[in-house]
T-cell receptor, first 111, second 114 residues
Framework: QQQVKQSPQSLIVQKGGISIINCAYENTAFDYFPWYQQFPGKGPALLIAIRPDVSEKKEGRFTISFNKSAKQFSLHIMDSQPGDSATYFCAASKGNYQLIWGAGTKLIIKP | DAGVIQSPRHEVTEMGQEVTLRCKPISGHNSLFWYRQTMMRGLELLIYFNNNVPIDDSGMPEDRFSAKMPNASFSTLKIQPSEPRDSAVYFC????????????FGEGSRLTVL
C-alpha cells in the first residue's frame, strides 16, 4: 500500500513531441504528489507538485494530471526539448516528511 | 538560499575502511535527510533529522551505518566498516522551511567500495 508504481522505465521522444510518464498509488491517505527531475551527477530537484483537490496543474510546458478515483497521476511535457532529457521521479506523501518514491523514468529527447 | 553542500563528491575506498560523508546546508535547517540512490533500489531514505534529533532511522541498513547532526548546519553519515554493497550515491536533503513539501538535495557523494 505504500508503493508508488511508475512507468515506463525509459522513454524516447522526438524533439517537439509530448512526453508522458505515469504513476499509480494505492494509499488514499496520500495528499501530496510531486515530480522531481534529476540530471546526471546532480541531486533530484522539484519540478512540479499537485494536491488531490485539483485535477490538473500546469507550469510552463509541464503539466500534472491527477485522477483521484483511479489513483493515478501523470506528468506531461509538451514540446519536449533535448534539455528535458533527464530522469523523472514521481513521489507521494501523507503530508509528513516521508516521501514514497517511484522507480524513475529515464527520458531521452532526440533532436 | 537553501542549497546543500556535500563532501566529498567522489570517494573510492577499499572494503573494511571507514567512510565519512558530510553535509552542510548553506543556511541552517531544522529538517535534514540522508538518502541513498542505486540503480537496483532507487532512492531510499536512510535517516531523517528534525531539530538535530534523529526522528526516523528505520532506513539505516545496519549497525555499520551511523549518522549525526550536531547542529543545524552540519551532518555526517559514517560507514564502518564499508562493504562493496555500500557503493551508491548518497544524498543529503533539507526540507523547504515553508513546508511546501519540497526537498532540496545536494549534488551527492558517489561512493565506490572496492
Amino acid at each position: 500500500q505504500q508503493q508508488v508504481k511508475q512507468s515506463p522505465q525509459s522513454l524516447i521522444v522526438q524533439k517537439g513531441g509530448i512526453s508522458i510518464i505515469n504513476c499509480a498509488y494505492e494509499n488514499t491517505a496520500f495528499d501530496y504528489f510531486p515530480w522531481y527531475q534529476q540530471f546526471p551527477g546532480k541531486g533530484p530537484a522539484l519540478l512540479i507538485a499537485i494536491r488531490p483537490d485539483v485535477s490538473e496543474k500546469k507550469e510552463g510546458r509541464f503539466t500534472i494530471s491527477f485522477n483521484k478515483s483511479a489513483k493515478q497521476f501523470s506528468l506531461h511535457i509538451m514540446d519536449s526539448q533535448p534539455g528535458d532529457s533527464a530522469t523523472y521521479f514521481c513521489a507521494a506523501s501523507k503530508g509528513n516528511y516521508q516521501l514514497i518514491w517511484g522507480a524513475g523514468t529515464k527520458l531521452i529527447i532526440k533532436p | 538560499d537553501a542549497g546543500v553542500i556535500q563532501s566529498p563528491r567522489h570517494e573510492v575506498t577499499e572494503m573494511g575502511q571507514e567512510v565519512t560523508l558530510r553535509c552542510k546546508p548553506i543556511s541552517g535547517h531544522n529538517s535534514l535527510f540522508w538518502y541513498r540512490q542505486t540503480m537496483m533500489r532507487g532512492l531510499e531514505l536512510l535517516i531523517y533529522f528534525n531539530n538535530n534529533v534523529p526522528i526516523d532511522d528505520s532506513g539505516m541498513p545496519e549497525d555499520r551505518f551511523s549518522a549525526k547532526m550536531p547542529n543545524a548546519s552540519f551532518s555526517t553519515l559514517k560507514i564502518q566498516p564499508s562493504e562493496p554493497r555500500d557503493s551508491a550515491v548518497y544524498f543529503c536533503a533539507i526540507l523547504h522551511t515553508g513546508y511546501t513539501g519540497e526537498l532540496f538535495f545536494g549534488e551527492g557523494s558517489r561512493l565506490t567500495v572496492l
